[in-house]
């Protein structure tokens, strides 16, 4: 049964810092990965999927790694701003057969001015 | 695209009455998922559709629950009789399968159901 795993749970830095935050499952048989943002009170907005094919995905400010021999994937955030204040899931689709997305719990980011 | 349109946005409900909860997915989409969210278990599946067939319903919690895709632009998920325990944030998302990995999902904004 894929686990997927999220730390820190809670991290808060001060505006301006390059930060990484740490997406571990416990399969390594997966099609993709997801990174989503969720503000408070809000839904959850799409920021990288990368394929299983792939390494990394770059956005903007937002680079995520993956690396499916050890069950990880980083997302690294660069020059932090108050804006990139949320909570980060990851998500995980295996290759089961299904179309099933896994999330973490989430690491809760608190960027300060 | 508007993107997943839920409504209503917020529920406020009485312990025993029926609540219907609606999404519309993103057109082409072939995929769609009920997602639940508490402070407590985070992001919980629900169930998933694909091509309005529902796929896998294990993550019902019990009889009380149930969800229907009559067409591909409409799905519900209905309570009856709805508990208190149910308030949570409900969550619609849609996406394209594919053998390549597909596209990921797209969520909607959620519907947050307090039961009194």
């Known amino acids: 049964k894929q686990e997927v795993t999220q730390i820190p749970a809670a991290l808060s830095v001060p505006e301006g810092e390059n930060l990484v935050l740490n997406c571990s499952f416990t399969d390594s048989a997966i099609y993709n990965l997801q990174w989503f943002r969720q503000d408070p009170g809000k839904g959850l907005t799409s920021l990288l999927l990368?394929?299983?094919?792939?390494r990394e995905q770059t956005s903007g400010r937002l680079n995520a790694s993956l690396d499916k021999s050890s069950g990880r994937s980083t997302l690294y955030i660069a020059a932090s701003q108050p804006g990139d204040s949320a909570t980060y899931l990851c998500?995980?689709?295996?290759?089961?057969?299904?179309?099933?997305?896994?999330f973490g719990t989430g690491t809760r980011l608190k960027v300060l001015a | 695209d508007a993107g997943v349109i839920q409504s209503p946005r917020h529920e406020v409900t009485e312990m025993g009455q029926e609540v219907t909860l609606r999404c519309k997915p993103i057109s082409g989409h072939d995929y769609l998922f009920w997602y639940r969210q508490t402070m407590m278990r985070g992001l919980e599946l629900l169930i998933y559709f694909n091509n309005n067939v529902p796929i896998d319903d294990s993550g019902m919690p019990e009889d009380r629950f149930s969800a229907k895709m009559p067409n591909a632009s409409f799905s519900t998920l209905k309570i009856q009789p709805s508990e208190p325990r149910d308030s949570a944030v409900y969550f619609c998302?849609?996406?394209?399968?594919?053998?390549?990995?597909?596209?990921?999902?797209?969520f909607g904004s959620g519907t947050r159901l307090t039961v009194v």
């Open positions: 998302a849609s996406g394209i399968g594919g053998t390549g990995g597909g596209t990921g999902y797209t």
């Open positions: 990368i394929q299983s094919s792939q």
């Open positions: 998500a995980v689709r295996g290759t089961s057969g299904t179309y099933k997305y896994i």
